[in-house]
């Protein structure tokens, strides 16, 4: 659970949350009112949902509660979109070349002229896929530098954060 945890304690600390947003220009976001998620449809082959899993149950609950505040609705027997979140975790390279040199008796005869940086980030993508085209819709992505030791706590401020951040570009501006 301890990794779990880790991939989705973002926005902690000084880091600022990167958000991104992709959609499909075909979509007509006007028609969408009602959710399932992927894992109840018939047919899946994938992972089961791990409803026993804090982290999980935190996603969904914050996903869940960001559509319903657009006006959306669950039915799982005929949705307009279905729902999956990705996570993921991996350390990043941050490489700043600042322009110029230090002198050599900062850093040897020959100085240094960039700096390089590693750090662990987080990531949560929300899919929003089309029930009836089953091709996706709407994607919003968070990724954050995490706590070196993320706790539950953490988590349940910085996920619900995290994922207001993603829903605020949705639905999308066409």
């Known amino acids: 659970m301890l990794a779990a945890l880790c991939l989705l304690v973002l926005g902690s600390g000084c880091s600022p949350v990167k958000v991104h947003h992709d959609f ?9 009112a009602t959710y399932d998620w992927l894992e109840n449809r018939p047919g899946y082959s994938g992972p089961p949902a791990q409803l026993s899993d ?4 935190l996603v969904r609950s914050a996903v ?3 559509l319903v505040k657009k006006g959306y609705e669950e039915n799982s027997d005929d949705p307009d979109v279905i729902l999956y979140y990705h996570k993921g975790l991996g350390d990043q390279i941050d490489v700043s070349n600042w322009g110029y040199r230090y002198a050599r ?3 040897g005869w020959h100085g240094r ?7 662990r980030a ?6 929003l896929i089309d029930a009836d085209t089953m091709t996706l819709a709407w994607r919003g992505a968070a990724q954050s530098t ?10 349940r401020e910085t996920i ?6 993603i829903f605020n570009g949705y639905p999308p501006a066409q």
Not at 146 to 155: G, N, R, S, V
């Open 146 to 155: 995490i706590d070196e030791y993320p706790t539950l706590e953490k988590a």
């Open 122 to 127: 987080g990531t949560l993508i929300v899919d």
């Open 64 to 66: 869940v509660g960001e």
């Open 24 to 32: 499909d220009t075909g979509a007509d976001f006007r028609t969408y």
């Open 113 to 119: 002229g960039a700096d390089v940086y590693t750090y």
């Open 160 to 165: 619900p954060e995290a994922v207001r951040s």
């Open 105 to 107: 008796t900062y850093w």
């Open 54 to 57: 804090p982290i999980d149950m």
